[in-house]
């Protein structure tokens, strides 16, 4: 299965088990797959797709550092389990 497939198959999961916060990172993760796409005029194979999960998982990190330093716990904690949900693929 490909990995867009797999992303796919796990947002129609995530709609049906009711889990908000996984959906969430799926659906804003799916969003930037499609903005590289449109930006490069063509479809991402996997390693495509693999690139952009590991510059939003970065993005992910980067954010929890920040978070922690500024004293919110909460928005850090939002965001480990985003990156949670990122590793998978």
Known sequence: MA???KLEE???ASMRSHDQARLDALR???NAVLAVEKEQKK???D???IEVATKQASDRRDSIKAFEE???EAAAAKEAAELGVL???
């Open 10 to 12: 796990d947002i129609k």
């Open 43 to 45: 479809e991402l194979d």
């Open 3 to 5: 990995l867009r497939e």
């Open 87 to 89: 590793e998978e693929f």
């Open 47 to 49: 390693a495509g797709v």
């Open 28 to 30: 804003f993760f799916k």
């Open 70 to 72: 500024g004293g919110r």
